[in-house]
């Protein structure tokens, strides 16, 4: 029996014209980052099972990743983040890293789940983190990184909003102002974060359950949802205003405006999934209606490189996946035309190969990619393959080129046919290379 | 109790430093490849069980690979070499695509052994195939980007070799001139493959112990010894002298010396483990004394694609590990003053980080990378921290700097301290980076 040709499920083949937006994007995220001073790491795609257990329970782990035994015993899961694994790595080296510390990375990450729109099992995610400063400065740098990717690739403010939030406040509201226990704070939490995925009244009826009957009579889940509404920090309650997290709220939310980054806003629903987040937490959404969604988002986790034994470290992050920023791109019509990165294909007249080695070495030493067709098919047949191959010239070169050095290049998409010395030849293309 | 901080057995982190080196050897193995036409592709690294056992055992997979059971009951595999998984994708696509197919793809690969020197558990391989083309000219040119890689990397034609043989001679050598049959012919084929893991006697002990008694005593060990000590096409059997396999290897010898690559030689010893190699190999060696050892190889392997239930297609490739790679670098003092992305470290003196976001912005906008420091400690401190992470320049910003537009920029190796406008400190950091 033939074997399937299909990828693993969920998974994606990228064919070379897959792979150049891919190659695209990677290429912007790696610019932008490195214009603020962030350094590639990376890391094995296998990690202990160990490793995700400290923010949920083993059966989730066993469920969301893709885990194993290898054969010595030890229980392994494929990375589905990369803030354990960076947390691991900078909590190996603690004392010899020089902070404040930039890092980046691009890993690729599995997660079991039932492949859909934007989710994907297999997918890559830019990780960008600062570790050392517990200000609002990190914060702010972290958001603008995220905001400047965005401007790079040349989404408009409109197309987008940043979203800002600050666990410590819903902390101090949850705890100070309505006066629930760190139990009930958890659950409202978690029940705030899904809340955009059920309507008013269950909202209502699941904060009831999580209340106690002299709080349900006391109001609070209006107190509540008043404070889910607020749209701006001074409309918070007054006990909140001296509060500290409101006050680095404000000091963050007025460097983003000094950095012109009209399009943050701040958003007391904003939890983000992860427990490990500990103070401020940002997520960028597509604000277009047929993609209005979270896309990607990060915040501060200063507990994490702690776990591995060695002094806490104050950190700020996030995460940006390929699938959802290509939805993006695609949506927002900013996918730009990118070419293959084959300069031109020659096209052997006659039984040449060999004697043409050396004008083929000089091409090449000149600086252009050149793929050769040593097919030995008619020029006709050769041509068609290098049209199919999305090629926009193409060069002929049989005894007669050869014996007088003047190469013929055609220009497949407007048919025009010239003839000249290799070193014309080589910056037509480079001229059209740099268009 | 405190998590690991280590990689998984056999696995690496990359540091920035590590990193870059990595980073480095990508850059130069896309750069060559694409100078010869050839387009980038990937998949995923989880990939179908079945797709590694046509050329080995249940048992021999499941020994030398990570092999599991995703939680749909489909045995998957984490890929131990791109070679079938690019099969698989000419294969879904074999009408579309235009021959001479020209691919290339960086994946990491992950096999189950014990960790040693030049052999990991993960290690990423440049993968390098040109299909649809069946005579010598497509081993030529994939000898040739081989070589061409070794080159780019400033190897000496005395640093390295390049065994060339071709399976269809060694075949009809064992066939028509031994008289072996097919069974006897894969058994001795075997044995040759590690010949020169064991000594003369015990080869030819072996070798007798395939051959029938009739065999031995009419000396086929020591004709299957003579031939395996040739050293040039024209000394091989006379019956072999016309056979076919014989023109296509002095032609592609012709042609490598007419490409100057003056290191290939003819090894009738060469095998390469894999079984679906059908025609020419070859293996790219090592001849430092410390490292003398295969560090690459490829060749023909026609059959593949048309394990998918298509029309075969003929194709030869070679893969290229970085840790192999690096191993060579290293014995052979090839590594290269490597130098972080970052171009200057930005010192904050006195609390101006949000008044210096506009100069900060503009530098930047000119087109450095730059780090800053928003610590908020004193600058000796910070400049410290710039040393620490390898930086060779630090600018100063403080009250003065922002009121009068000048800035101090210090070369860190130097000592040396000067105070321009932007522009002519944008101009220095750029003129050390051409260097």
Do not use: C
């Amino acid at each position: 029996m033939a074997l399937s040709t299909q990828p693993y499920k969920g998974a994606r083949d990228f064919y070379p014209e897959d792979k150049r937006l891919q190659k695209y994007m990677f290429k912007m995220w790696r610019t932008v980052v490195e214009r603020y001073g962030y350094e590639e790491y990376d890391a094995p795609i296998i990690e202990p099972f160990e490793l995700y257990l400290s923010k949920t329970s083993e059966e989730v782990v066993n469920e969301q990743t893709y885990s194993f035994e290898d054969r010595g015993g030890r229980k392994v899961t494929l990375r589905p983040e990369m803030t354990p694994t960076v947390s691991r790595m900078v909590a190996a080296k603690r004392q010899e890293l020089a902070y404040p510390l930039r890092w980046y990375s691009l890993p690729n990450l599995w997660r079991y789940e039932r492949p859909q729109r934007g989710r994907l099992r297999e997918h890559w995610q830019l990780n960008v983190d600062i570790f050392g400063i517990s200000g609002p400065e990190a914060d702010h740098e972290i958001i603008q990184v995220a905001d400047a990717i965005m401007q790079a690739f040349k989404a408009k403010r409109e197309m987008y909003e940043i979203k800002v939030n600050s666990r410590k406040l819903v902390n101090a509201f949850l705890q100070d102002t309505l006066g629930v226990d760190a139990t009930q704070s958890q659950s409202l939490v978690r029940l705030i974060d899904r809340m955009h995925k059920i309507d008013h009244a269950e909202f209502v009826a699941q904060a009831d359950a999580i209340f106690s009957p002299t709080q349900r009579d006391e109001g609070k889940s209006d107190q509540l949802f008043t404070f889910l509404k607020s749209d701006s920090l001074d409309s918070l309650p007054d006990n909140l205003q001296n509060h500290e997290s409101i006050n680095e709220l404000k000091k963050l939310m007025d460097m983003l405006s000094g950095s012109r980054i009209s399009n943050a806003r701040f958003d007391p629903t904003l939890m983000r999934g992860f427990d490990y987040y500990s103070d401020i937490v940002f997520e960028v959404f597509d604000t277009d209606a047929e993609n209005n969604r979270s896309m990607f988002g990060g915040g501060r986790y200063d507990g994490l490189v702690g776990l591995f034994g060695v002094e806490p470290v104050p950190t700020v992050g996030f995460g940006m996946g390929d699938v959802t920023l290509q939805n993006f791109l695609e949506t927002h019509k900013l996918v730009p035309e990118l070419r293959p990165e084959t300069d031109a294909y020659l096209i052997l007249v006659g039984h040449v190969y060999a004697a043409a080695q050396k004008t083929i070495a000089d091409l090449r030493e000149m600086g252009i990619n050149m793929a050769v067709d040593m097919s030995g098919r008619k020029p006709d047949k050769q041509l068609k393959s290098a049209v199919k191959n999305g090629a926009h010239f193409a060069i002929f070169i049989g005894e007669k080129e050869l014996a007088d050095g003047q190469l013929v290049i055609k220009n497949l998409h407007t048919g025009k046919e010239e003839r000249h010395g290799a070193e014309r030849t080589v910056s037509i293309l480079k001229d059209y290379r740099q268009k």
